[in-house]
């Protein structure tokens, strides 16, 4: 006997919610481009999906008091097309997911609800300390993207919650994104590494993606090289970073890591990479600033 499946479709994100709270056992369904490969392989059984792709107010975006709100059912697409000039270090990062298809479908609302250590939209919210935006029949809530994901494939959100948007600040200076694959496209990151300048506030932001059980800030790199920097003036002056530097950077963020043998890479590779790529994500970004 096949087993029954239900599809509950809201059109208002208040209808989502209400239906949410009265269909606990419902599965949340976006772009389905994590969602359908469970189902796919049975993984996952639920007796309901709540269908979030007919909410006008999931696929905005729109400017915030000096910050961007983007409404969890953005596609990475549309985040490269519409956001790029804003959100630089999100859009790098969105051109590495999988296939023009699942860039396409997939959204960056669906990328943190997985919360997996691999998600390839999550480094670039941690170095703008995005807000997660969570909506129940309780009210609204916003978390920090880092008490948001509390492990891996593990997140704050409630059972009665939803994820209706994330909100960071644009780009105030040059941002990078830098992944390790075992091929060129389509590929799950062996490590990655996102990184932002905000001369404002003369700081520099990393966070390692895929060499640790969740987004790893290197912080003691960045508090390394933000010294380095006045030290030399170097926020004025832009003068070109020293080698030294550099490789120092590269081996704190390095040190940050946490990472594990797996089918993709050792955690001795990671941890070498992760240096790599931090050394390169900073020399790129402070050469454009
Ligand atoms: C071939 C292939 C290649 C891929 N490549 C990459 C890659 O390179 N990098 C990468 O990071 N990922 C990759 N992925 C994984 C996937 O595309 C991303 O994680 C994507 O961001 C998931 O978004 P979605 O909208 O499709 O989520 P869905 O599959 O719709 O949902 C994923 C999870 O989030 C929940 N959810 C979705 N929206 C909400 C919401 N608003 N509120 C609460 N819960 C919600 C769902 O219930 C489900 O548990 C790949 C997947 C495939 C199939």
């Given amino acids: ?43 996952l059984r639920p007796p309901a999906v709540l269908d979030l792709t007919r909410i006008p107010e999931l696929t905005e975006w729109a400017p915030e008091d000096g910050r961007i709100r983007v409404g969890a059912g953005v596609s990475y697409t549309r985040i490269i097309d519409e956001l790029g000039d804003r959100l630089p270090g999100l859009a790098i990062a969105s051109r590495t997911v999988g296939s023009l298809q699942i860039r396409n479908r997939g959204t960056v609302g669906g990328n943190l609800a997985t919360a997996s250590p691999a998600g ?17 029949p309780r009210g609204t809530r916003r978390l920090p993207v880092a008490e948001f994901v509390t492990g891996p494939k593990r997140t704050a959100l409630a059972p009665d919650e939803l994820i209706a948007a994330f909100v960071l600040p644009p780009a105030a200076g040059p941002q990078q994104f830098a992944k390790v694959g ?51 003036d170097a926020w004025s002056t832009r003068a070109p970073l020293p080698d030294v530097a550099l490789e120092r950077f590269g081996e704190l963020a390095g040190q940050a890591a946490r990472p594990i043998d797996d089918v993709r890479g050792t955690a001795a590779y990671r941890r070498h990479a992760v240096g790599v790529m931090a050394r390169r994500t900073l020399s790129w970004a402070w050469s454009a600033l």
């Fill in 182 to 232: 075992t091929r060129n496209a389509m590929v799950i990151a062996v490590c990655s590494v996102s990184l932002a300048l905000w001369p404002d506030e003369r700081r520099v932001a990393t966070c390692i993606g895929s060499a640790g059980p969740m987004p790893l800030p290197a912080a003691d790199a960045d508090a390394f090289i933000a010294g380095v920097l006045e030290e030399h």
């Fill in 1 to 43: 006997m096949p087993s029954q499946l239900d599809i509950l479709q809201p059109a208002t994100l208040a209808e989502a919610i209400e239906m949410r709270a009265a269909h606990p056992e419902a599965i949340a369904l976006a772009g389905g481009t994590d969602l359908m490969v469970e189902l796919n392989f049975d993984r």
């Fill in 120 to 136: 390839d939209g999550l480094p670039p919210l941690y170095t703008s300390d995005a807000l997660v935006e969570l909506a129940s």
